[in-house]
């Protein structure tokens, strides 16, 4: 199995601010990473796409970037609605395997 | 538009058996592979395995070869995850989701999630 190592775990950041979140795959999975965004007790939300294409109606202060094993979501100017917590997923191999999460809350 | 509305919540005893639905609408159900990605408390989100609908084979994380079995009811565009053998670990979350295009499987579309409880 791939293993993601997604961090940081929680991050605590100012509105405004530039945030940055890291995932690591344990292989090259060829830039087959996704990103999703989850609000407290909602489902998950597909945010980018193949590593760096932004998904159908989300605002284009999220991107995404990386290749082989090593991929960022990145979020200009964070705003309130952005406070969530977001994952990484690989699809590159079975099974799919997520990141363990990242918490993002405001100071 | 693309929905995928699931059972409510359910309350399992240990050892027992839980059969949860998910309908979809919106689009052609045979047409899409439909997964079931598991989230439990501590949010750490697996997948399962999926089911295409057209064909009815099936894929799973070996993981959860024996616990989870997957079908589809095709005159109701309605696809179940069956857990069984329940045990506490089984406690968590269960969605259904599709991708936007088959065979990349990163999903656009996500039910409201299941929670089952399993506990005596």
């Known amino acids: 199995d791939i293993q993601m190592t997604q961090s940081p775990a929680s991050l605590s950041t100012s509105l405004g601010e530039t945030v940055t979140i890291d995932c690591r795959t344990s292989e090259d999975i060829y830039s087959s990473l996704a990103w999703y965004q989850q609000k407290p007790g909602n489902s998950p939300q597909l945010l980018i796409y193949d590593a760096n294409n932004l998904a159908d109606g989300v605002p284009s202060r999220f991107s995404g970037s990386g290749s082989g094993t090593q991929y960022s979501l990145k979020i200009n100017s964070l705003q309130s609605e952005d406070v969530a917590s977001y994952f990484c997923?690989?699809?590159?191999?079975?099974?799919?395997?997520f990141g363990s999460g990242t918490k993002l809350v405001i100071k | 538009q693309v929905q995928l509305q699931q059972s409510g919540a359910e309350l399992a005893k240990p050892g027992s058996s839980v059969k949860i639905s998910c309908k979809a609408s919106g689009y052609t159900f045979t047409s899409y592979a439909m997964h079931w990605i598991k989230q439990t408390t501590g949010q750490a989100l697996e997948w399962t395995g999926y089911i295409a609908p057209g064909s009815g084979g099936t894929k799973y994380n070996e993981k959860f070869k024996g616990k989870a079995t997957l079908t589809v009811d095709k005159s109701s565009s309605t696809a179940y995850m069956q857990l069984s053998s329940l045990t506490p670990v089984d406690t968590a979350v269960y969605y259904c989701a599709r991708a936007e295009v088959p065979g990349y499987w990163r999903f656009a579309y996500w039910g409201q999630g299941t929670l089952v409880t399993v506990s005596s």
């Open positions: 997923q690989q699809y590159n191999n079975y099974p799919l395997t």
